[in-house]
Nanobody, 126 residues
Framework: QVQLVESGGGLVQAGGSLRLSCAAA????????MGWFRQAPGNEREFVAA????????YYADSVKGRFTISRDNAENTVYLQMNSLKPEETAFYYC???????????????????WGQGTQVTVSS
């Protein structure tokens, strides 16, 4: 049974930083590209960042480029999202996802992902 468990969310002031983690189990982690998405109340789920199977390739939504960094540790079956200079409008549930894909691919669409975590709440106060 595949499990993705996010952690690291919480309350932070605008301009602050958080580091999210997503621990994976029940899958061959290195066969999966990993991604982060977020969803605020009343909004659709939106893509944040993706990382290829080896970690060599990354892709970011324009809104987070230069502030967020996605990384992974295949030995620990964990993917991370370092978020800096957070803004109040980035308050949302943040989800990690795993998608079986080719070596270089960084999936950007939710339909490209096979497994999802339960999410972790990030609240940015103004």
């Amino acid at each position: 049974q595949v499990q993705l468990v996010e952690s690291g969310g919480g309350l932070v002031q605008a301009g602050g930083s958080l580091r999210l983690s997503c621990a994976a189990a029940g899958l061959t982690f290195s066969n999966y590209a990993m991604g982060w998405f977020r969803q605020a109340p009343g909004n659709e789920r939106e893509f944040v960042a993706a990382i290829s199977r080896s970690g060599a390739y990354t892709y970011y939504a324009d809104s987070v480029k230069g502030r967020f960094t996605i990384s992974r540790d295949n030995a620990e079956n964990t993917v991370y999202l370092q978020m800096n200079s957070l803004k109040p409008e980035e308050t949302a549930f943040y989800y990690c996802a795993a998608g079986r894909s080719s070596y270089y691919h960084t999936p950007k669409l939710s339909g490209e992902y096979d497994y999802w975590g339960q999410g972790t709440q990030v609240t940015v106060s103004s």
